[in-house]
């Protein structure tokens, strides 16, 4: 007998529907998976049949030959253990065909029969209810992911006897309530720890303002990291749209916290400089899995200690930190990831890192200091947006009483800039930062004394075209903070004091 039930595979960030077909018949005992499956899904067969025995049900004698449609795409993972299973019975009668139209199935099978949770099942969830299925089997510990999609009826089942005996009406399972729990914001360090340094606090204000692109140039100790740690704290929590694309990606890389399926904070991602180019674009072996700047997305990818990161791995970046994503191709799939990540880099202005201190000579030769800098490319350097040096702190800073103003301050500040960009860009959720090429004359408003003091600092600082464009639009932020529709000369001028790499640290 012939039968047939749906799944699905998460694909990068997607999921596609995928039809699980099972034949039975007569001949040699045998059980054959086709249609281009991977290990882990050819090893389905044991762990079907153990978990079809260990149920209570029949496994039958006969020649099953199983296959996954469309036919043409890879397959990979544990996923398709309930479809599979359940097309089994449907075949040989043990479970009608109509109990499981309009369904999607997605578990993997423990030997015992009990389902164990599926990377990816929010995507896949979202999938089948885009292709207009009504119904999601899903095991236990996806469901509360499985359930965020609305619209979508999600029952949550423990094991394969579990199943059987709903697919057969012996007991009825309750859809999965779609509960978006209230989460606690994470122990950030919070701002009013940071003692002086209003320089660079004032940047990092107008880089979480417009979601621009920042580099801390300073020696060591100064509060470059712990300045970094303070962003997520003053960043505006994500939309329910965005959260759900954080979730999704988080699921897919096997990374959604247990009990936590919808992330609500904007992720802040610090791989070491020793990360390796997969881990950081993604890719890895079989269907690429999301690097480092695709976690980052909506978020923060800090890179401390930048010139230590391997100078591939930098120039990477140099797509995504532009277009906002990636295309990553491998062996023959090729899959696109959003990385729509805001960078925040740090590093010491010289290997000895005093470059620049009056008090405290650089021991480094010139030439030093020269390889050091190179370690980034001008390229990539023309990317960023805000150039901010962290000077060793005073004395008095040091001594003072306590630190600067509290997060919260902040990020009531960056938040109604927020607005400003949501209003401008139609109540979407853009920032200022993502403003395309053909929209900057447009949304950069700007008036004639703020316009003739860009073109006089085109020459003066050797602006590019891109650094020009990226001043406007760190200007435009500026005049949002300040509440003003156009761009005045003050809001240019204080975005050029940011774009160039620290004066007093150049060798
Ligand atoms: N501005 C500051 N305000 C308060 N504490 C500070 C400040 N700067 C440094 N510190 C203290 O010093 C520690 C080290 O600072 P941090 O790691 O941020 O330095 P850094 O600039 O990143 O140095 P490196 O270049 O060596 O990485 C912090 O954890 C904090 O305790
Ligand atoms: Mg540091």
Redesign the pocket.
Known sequence: MFAQVLSAAPYGIEARLIEVQCDVSPGLPGFAIVGLPEKEVSEARERVRSAIRNAGLSFPQLRITANLAPADLRKEGAGFDLALAVALLVATGQVRPEATADTVFLGELALDGSLRPVRGTLAMALAAHEAGIGRAVVAAPSAAEAALVDGLAVHPVASLGETVGFLRGEHTIPPAPRTVPAEEPPDWIDLS?????EHARRALEIAAAGAHHILMV??????????AQCLPGILPPLTFDEALEVSRIYSVAGLLPPGRPLLCWRPFRSPHHTVSYAGMVGGGHGIPSPGEITLAHHGVLFL??LPEFDRKVLEALRQPLEERRITVVRAGTSITFPASFMLVG?M?PCPC?HLGDPLRPCRCRPHEVVAYRKRLSGPFLDRVDLFVQ?PR?TRD?LLADG?GEPSEAVRKRVAAAREVQQRRFAGSTRTNAEIGPREVRRLCRIGPEAKALLSRAVDHFALTGRGYVRTLKVALTIADLAGSATIEPEHVAEALQYRAFPEEATA
Do not use: H, I, Y
């Not at 720890?193 to 340094?197: A, I, L, S, Y």
């Not at 300073?218 to 300045?227: E, F, N, Q, R, Y």
């Open positions: 720890f940071v003692r002086g340094q300073g020696p060591p100790g100064a509060g470059k990291s712990l300045l401390d200690e740090a010491n890192g962290v702190l800073e630190g």
